[in-house]
């Protein structure tokens, strides 16, 4: 049966189109329609997303930005307050508003200004069959194509549709998707001021959303607010309180997790798999990654090269820019056209500079604050402020430099800024559980936007001292003992190579365990040569690195081989979890648009006895040599720091302090990190791991571990025993056991005298009974 208003409407609409034809020549072309199966089926364009393992998002790929969410789930504030702002007639409407038509024939008939009164429906049909130009034939197309989509797929579908579509600024389209991008939240969790301001976006999302221009964007969410309570959406006690209630916007690049290039690898991974059609079809990769851990990896590697990187010298402002000689309203435009060429960062925040003296800086940020910088925040860029500084180092008005704070002035109403600049060191960290290999925290570099190469994963360099407890697993298993005492002395190999202790000074005989405590790279030679480079460079395959990067020869013992970050964190995870290797997981799950499993990560493999790596005394011994370097040894700020025993670890430094390492674990978590240039070049004289990759270290462990017990000493495994004040493997207690790699004497072997005199005996009593020949 035919509703007579709906077609009194209908009617009334077609004049209206008709009359537009009169008003503007409409072209025959008119009349070729697009079909509405875009809209009938809809299927949305899903970005490729990539989620930490606790379900934080890392990353979104695909040129828009898209959560779709059926209506049912859409709160219903939302819903009001877009119907309110942008078609309160909705519900009663058949796809055009006759009174807002009629005001827009008008305007066009008279020339007056144009007005939109496009209904929600009209504006679907506009945003995805349509262009947008203004016309005539446009408009009639619109019309026509509103009234038959209302015939085709009901009320809720459309609203549905829109919802989800429509483009709302930063890339982002639908609701649920800006919900994301400027509160840092879901839809459901949004205040009435938030959902006003999103409902406020259509209009003009491009110079009114918050981020390009919050001025615009509030006095837009105050119209919304207005006509939610005009609708009886809210009221008067409501609408106070959304007025008054301040708004923090989420910033651009801004991320509760900061992890590209783990994103960058579920990408790559996605797109070798699946082709390049993921960017749309809505994909979801779940890593191992904890949001919580990678926070604080990411802050730790931060810090750490911001603090190197200031022990070194001021380099000079990144560019200079010229400004008008003015300071009004003309100076704040031209900083900001300035700026918009250089990408700002969370932390490192890029500025112009305004004023320049010896005692103060005032610079404009690329969001048009002005932040004054003196005192100890200039000591650094001292001679750039200078009367006399050359052009490459000095401080002017218009120098581009890099900001950063320290803290809150004594009334902490204030951040206080101090003069920064964007770092040429590089750093990585990689952290994962011992038991299963799952990665839990990636750091590749220190800004992928800057230098997306992967150092984690693809950066291939000398590991120094932070090999050697690998080496010293190889020489236990020929006999050499925590007790063996090795020369820590000058050496001088066959070919002349003749390699020193970094601190240039020698103890003489000191035992195995000593020599790694303080990193003895003589008497790590003299180990080696021992056990055998072949030996040893094939048993650091047991741990998980390539044994062909590593050198046949004695430089092996000071770590002149190649390894990568992530190879190091699962060498040292072997020891972590009592001796057996771990196959490193970044990528856990990959998801379909409807949640269907098309990729899952096997799972982790048995630790058992027939998968073992190494034997677990062996392990255990390990382990206690490693506890030794960070309670009293070159890590012994470990423990110190972090107040806990259970700390494990060995600090590594190249030639020349061209690489620096620290690697180590507690039982539940084993980590790398790596210092150094892309391209290899010291990293300053007296700088080492212990000094420069352990702080990191320890920064990122003091978080991931807050809240973990202290783990208890682990429990003696088979075939050890002690002996004096070290451990000893039980087969060797009677003798047998290398008690001294010395030059002078060579190789001396442990002998229990008793037993040998007995067992003089008891093979010369059988050979007086017949029993031997």
């Not at 070194?312 to 008008?324: F, H, N, Q, T, Y």
Request: proline share 6%; no cysteine.
């Amino acid at each position: 049966m035919l509703h007579l208003p709906l077609l009194r409407r209908s009617a009334l609409a077609l004049a209206f189109t008709a009359a537009l034809f009169v008003a503007l020549p409409v072209p025959a072309s008119t009349f070729d329609m697009p079909s509405l199966d875009r809209i009938v089926h809809y299927q949305p364009k899903l970005p490729l997303q990539v989620f930490t393992a606790d379900g934080v998002e890392i990353a979104q790929f695909g040129t828009e930005r898209r959560e779709y969410v059926p209506l049912s789930r859409i709160p219903l504030q939302m819903q009001q307050a877009v119907l309110a702002v942008e078609d309160a007639r909705f519900r009663e409407h058949s796809g055009i508003d006759p009174k807002g038509m009629a005001r827009a024939v008008v305007a066009v008939i008279t020339g007056g200004r144009r007005q939109g009164a496009s209904t929600i429906t009209q504006q679907l049909v506009r945003t995805m069959l349509l262009t947008r130009e203004f016309s005539a034939e446009r408009k009639a197309k619109e019309i026509w194509l509103a009234l038959k989509l209302e015939d085709e797929i009901s009320k809720d579908r459309i609203l549905e549709i829109y919802l989800n579509e429509i483009f709302l600024g930063q890339r982002a389209y639908g609701f649920a998707a800006a919900s994301q991008i400027y509160f840092g939240k879901p839809l459901d969790k949004l205040s009435l001021a938030e959902t006003a301001m999103l409902a406020g976006l259509p209009q003009n999302p491009y110079y009114a959303n918050p981020v390009a221009n919050f001025e615009r964007a509030t006095q837009r969410q105050r119209v919304v607010l207005e006509r939610m309570r005009a609708t009886d959406a809210i009221n008067d006690k409501q609408l106070a309180a959304a007025r008054d209630e301040k708004l923090t916007i989420r910033t651009p690049g801004s991320r509760n997790v900061h992890a590209a290039h783990v994103a960058e690898m579920a990408r790559l991974a996605v797109v070798e798999r699946f082709g390049t059609e993921v960017y749309s079809s809505g994909l979801r990769v779940t890593t191992s990654l904890r949001a919580a851990d990678q926070r604080a990896a990411h802050a730790a590697v931060q810090r750490g090269v911001l603090a190197l990187d200031r022990r070194g010298a001021w380099r000079g402002p990144e560019d200079v820019e010229s400004l008008p000689s003015d300071n009004g309203a003309e100076l704040e435009r031209a900083a900001a056209e300035a700026l918009k060429d250089h990408r700002d960062d969370e932390v490192l925040r890029v500025g112009i500079v305004l004023t320049a003296t010896p005692k103060a800086v005032q610079v404009q940020l690329a969001d048009g604050e002005r932040v004054t910088v003196q005192g100890e925040g200039l000591r650094w860029a001292q001679r750039g402020l200078d009367t006399k500084a050359k052009a490459p180092v000095k401080i002017t008005r218009g120098s581009i430099v890099r900001v950063v704070t320290t803290g809150k002035t004594k009334d902490k109403k204030s951040d206080v800024w101090a003069i920064s600049q964007w770092p040429e060191i590089e750093a990585a960290m990689v952290a994962l559980d011992p038991q299963n290999g799952r990665v839990r925290a990636l750091v590749g570099g220190f800004d992928f936007a800057k230098q997306p190469f992967n150092h984690v994963t693809q950066g291939w360099r000398q590991p120094g001292s932070a090999l050697k407890p690998l080496l010293y697993s190889a020489a236990l298993e020929s006999r050499v003992m925590p007790a063996t005492l090795v020369d820590d002395l000058p050496f001088t190999a066959a070919n002349g190579w003749s390699p020193t202790n970094s601190n240039g000074q020698y103890e003489g005989p000191i035992t195995l365990r000593h020599a790694l405590t303080k990193s003895s790279n003589l008497a790590s030679v003299r180990v080696v040569q021992h056990t055998g480079t072949h030996a040893s460079r094939e048993w650091t395959g047991r741990f998980g690195l390539d044994p062909a990067r590593q050198p046949d020869d004695l430089t092996l013992a000071l770590g002149s081989g190649s390894v990568t970050p992530l190879q190091m964190a699962q060498a040292y995870a072997t020891v972590a979890n009592g001796g057996w290797r771990v196959a490193p997981v970044v990528i856990e799950k990959i998801t379909d648009a409807q949640g269907k499993v098309l990729f899952e990560a096997p799972a982790p493999t048995p630790l058992s006895e027939e998968t073992r790596a190494i034997p677990a005394r062996n392990a255990f011994v390990v382990g206690s040599l490693l506890n030794d370097v960070t309670r009293s040894g070159t890590a012994a700020r470990a423990q110190a720091l972090l107040k806990r025993p259970d700390i494990y670890g060995k600090t590594g430094t190249t030639n020349d302090a061209v690489d620096a390492w620290f690697a180590g674990y507690q039982p539940t978590l084993a980590a790398a990190v790596w210092v150094g240039y892309d391209k290899p070049r010291s990293l300053g004289g007296g700088e080492s791991g212990g000094r420069i990759a352990l702080p990191i270290w320890i920064d990122y462990m003091g978080a991931a571990l807050k809240g973990v017990p202290v783990a208890p000493a682990p429990a003696t495994p088979d075939g050890l025993v002690r002996e004096g004040e070290d451990w000893l493997y039980s087969e060797w207690r009677d003798g047998g056991w290398v008690s001294e790699i010395s030059d002078a004497s060579g190789v001396q072997y442990k002998t229990n005298v008793g037993a040998e005199i007995g067992k003089v005996f008891n093979s010369f009593g059988a050979w007086l009974r017949g029993e031997r020949n």
